[in-house]
């Protein structure tokens, strides 16, 4: 049948020329959409019909209007219900249809009034005649006004219709005689010539091809990266976890626990069998670690036992992270002078617990550490307070714990909305001084670490119940295929803001789609911000930042030479001299303040926190300004995928920045993420200009 309507197709097209699909379903008696199979099956063939797509919208009646059209308007029916001497008002809500739309509307129009003189409500007409305007309107459809079909369409007495037809007529190649065109060429053409009098099917290169199956990110990556910017965004410095296997001397003597401990049971921990034992350890700490252990040292009695290096060599799968943190602060004090420092790793441990809902026995660990003069319990809260705030997460709870090489030591909690109820989902304290003084740091530096759970948070942000649903054989891959990557203030996909997300998404995508000038949309919140620079390395960034922004955003700059710099350049001297306009209520007060420290700047936040390093310090500035100003650089506003790529870039930056080169980075068009300027375009532009000044310097 598909064969012979095209074939008519054919023929009226040879006979009449242009016509549409709607017509045709009326000429062949057809079904519209099967006309449409066919037309689409003609157009396959090549240049045989030349057809374009046509969408109209009509107004037309619904089943309510054709009763009004037919009988009279509701109210128009109710008014001709009403005798002259009047009638009770449930007897006429009883016998006109519509009666209830019908009564209000004549009321409205004062037709009828209602006596209730009597007790009973009593309809009576107000007016002699009616002319029923509802009725004339829906009779000349095609003139009414914009108005008055708004008006019948929330009355439901019309509706608006949309129909989609295919105006077509002969194409270049137009014949009524249809040959089969080859999809292929086989070499059977090839070998007997026939291809040349052969037509092919032309391809369709932007059809769409099947679905390639690809790798996709487990959600417990996607939640591990977003730790891992949040460190590196604080500043702290990645830890190397490579070595699954730990002695137990570091996994727990170095860490002053003792060694009848339960936790060194085999109930615990997993023991190696081959090779059992480590003898690599530095035998000058060993005797210390010994003697705080057996005997007591700096100030404290020890366990008072006999301490066996036997015990301390065995091999095991290691149950924590801090072994990781002991071996870099033992690193560190080798290196002679105390620095301050903040370090973190994320990688797996291994405990031998019972399996259940919130238990596994290999599980990942994110471990922070910062080493500093004179830390506080009140400096660690604050800390973990800050990290969860990023991820979203904010009702937390720390409950005081005992920990062998921590005190004080907390337990911290986390409200679990799935299964309503508090979770524990880590560890945290200050590293007690028979741990740290034998490693040789001073006795006025303190030390606070925590230990939190990766797989724990994750199950929250992705609003999973069971840990076996996120890890193991009980793993839904469609779970890891649809959930989305993971970024700060994302909730779960069970959340109630579903919606509201779903909404700030397409409200997203309309203002992507038109051109938008830069408006502001909120206050800048005042910020006092301090960035330590080395003259060396300039942070050229800075005042290509401040030239852009400063036309919106009102920035003040200063700069100071610290008393450590032995050389500055002269022409350092001039670093956003133009910007310095001493305006004391600026929205953001930038202070520069030249030090030696290296490549890498430091920028101090309100409250002591800091950022270090270039990159990072321009993500903070980004999100600063975009709060306001959304349209001036854009980052996170405009979606994750585009956020995502922004930071693939800078993650690039960071890498030039450090290897002293800025190739590599290939703009899409004017700008490096296409039509808007971006954070990485300003970025570009400082790390030429430095380029430049390099070269006239050689």
């Not at 001497?85 to 409205?108: C, D, N, R």
């Not at 069998?273 to 700096?298: C, I, Q, W």
Request: proline residues 5%; aromatic residues 10%; glycine residues 6%.
């Amino acid at each position: 049948m598909g064969k012979q309507l095209t074939d008519q197709i054919l023929d009226y097209l040879e006979e009449h020329g242009k016509v549409n699909s709607l017509r045709l379903s009326e000429i062949f008696q057809e079904n519209h959409q099967k006309v449409i199979g066919a037309i689409k099956s003609l157009e396959a063939v090549g240049d045989l019909i030349a057809t374009e797509q046509i969408t109209d919208k009509k107004w037309e009646l619904t089943s309510e209007g054709q009763h009004v059209l037919s009988h009279g308007s509701h109210e128009a029916a109710v008014y001709n219900a009403v005798p002259e001497t009047g009638v009770p008002q449930p007897e006429i809500m009883q016998s006109v249809p519509y009666a209830k739309i019908g009564f209000s509307k004549a009321l409205q129009a004062g037709w009828i009034a209602i006596d209730k003189s009597s007790g009973t409500p009593i309809v009576r007409k107000k007016v002699g005649s009616i002319t029923d305007v509802t009725q004339n309107d829906l009779k000349s459809l095609g003139h009414l006004s914009d108005r008055l079909r708004n008006d019948y369409k929330k009355r439901k007495l019309i509706q608006e219709i949309v129909v989609k037809y295919v105006q077509l007529d002969r194409g270049p190649s137009f014949t009524t005689k249809l040959e089969k065109q080859e999809t292929e060429l086989t070499a059977d053409l090839l070998v007997n010539g026939a291809w040349k009098d052969k037509k092919f099917k032309p391809y369709n290169f932007a059809a769409r091809g099947a679905t390639l199956e690809v790798g996709h990110l487990h959600p417990l990556l996607k939640v591990r990266t977003e730790f891992r910017k949040i460190f590196l965004e604080m500043g702290f410095t990645e830890m190397p976890t490579n070595n699954f296997v730990e002695s137990s001397f570091w996994n727990f003597d170095a860490l002053f626990q003792p060694q009848q401990h339960p936790a060194r049971d085999a109930h615990d921990t997993f023991f190696i069998s081959d090779p059992a034992r480590s003898t690599n350890f530095p035998m000058d700490y060993l005797e210390k670690v010994k003697k705080v252990h057996s005997v007591g040292a700096y100030g404290s009695l020890g366990y008072r036992y006999e301490w066996r290096i036997e015990e301390a060599q065995k091999n095991i799968l290691r149950t924590h992270t801090t072994a990781v943190s002991a071996r870099m602060l033992y690193e560190l004090m080798q290196q002679g002078e105390f620095k301050p420092v903040k370090y973190f790793s994320i990688d797996r441990v291994f405990r031998n617990e019972t399996l259940d809902a919130t238990h596994l026995a290999e599980f990942h660990q994110i471990e922070g550490v910062v080493a500093d003069y004179d830390l506080t319990l009140g400096d660690l809260i604050g800390i973990l307070y800050e990290f969860f705030k990023k991820l979203g997460i904010t009702k937390l709870r720390f409950k005081p714990a005992y920990n062998p090489y921590t005190e004080p030591s907390m337990e911290i909690f986390c409200y679990h909305e799935g299964l309503k109820k508090w979770i524990e989902i880590g560890n945290s304290g200050m590293f007690r001084p028979e741990m740290l003084l034998p490693m040789g740091l001073p006795e006025n530096v303190n030390v606070i670490a925590w230990g939190l759970s990766l797989e724990r948070p994750t199950m929250i942000k992705y609003g999973l119940n069971n840990i076996r649903d996120l890890v193991g054989p009980r793993v839904d891959l469609e779970m890891v295929y649809n959930n989305p990557i993971c970024r700060l203030n994302k909730t779960s996909p069970n959340s109630p803001r579903k919606k509201e997300l779903a909404r700030e998404k397409r409200e997203s995508d309309e203002r992507e789609n038109k051109f938008c000038t830069v408006k502001r949309t909120g206050q800048v919140e005042k910020q006092k911000l301090i960035v330590f620079c080395d003259p060396k390395h300039p942070v050229k960034f800075i005042e290509q930042f401040v030239r852009h922004v400063k036309p919106y955003v009102n920035i003040h700059v200063t700069s100071h030479v610290h008393c450590n710099v032995r050389y500055f350049p002269r022409g350092m001297s001039n670093f956003c001299a133009e910007y310095r306009d001493l305006d004391q209520n600026a929205d953001i007060r930038l202070t520069i303040i030249w030090k030696e420290i290296g490549i890498d700047p430091i920028m101090q936040l309100p409250g002591m926190h800091e950022i270090m390093g270039e990159v990072n310090i321009a993500r903070y500035l980004n999100r600063l300004i975009e709060h306001c100003y959304p349209h001036l650089l854009r980052y996170e506003s405009k979606g994750a995928l585009y956020a995502n790529e922004i930071d693939n870039y800078l993650e690039m930056l960071h890498s030039f920045l450090h290897d002293n080169t800025c190739q590599g980075i290939h703009k899409k068009s004017r700008y490096a993420m296409g039509e808007d300027i971006s954070i990485v375009d300003i970025l570009l532009e400082s790390l030429e200009k430095c380029k430049s000044r390099n070269e006239r310097d050689d």
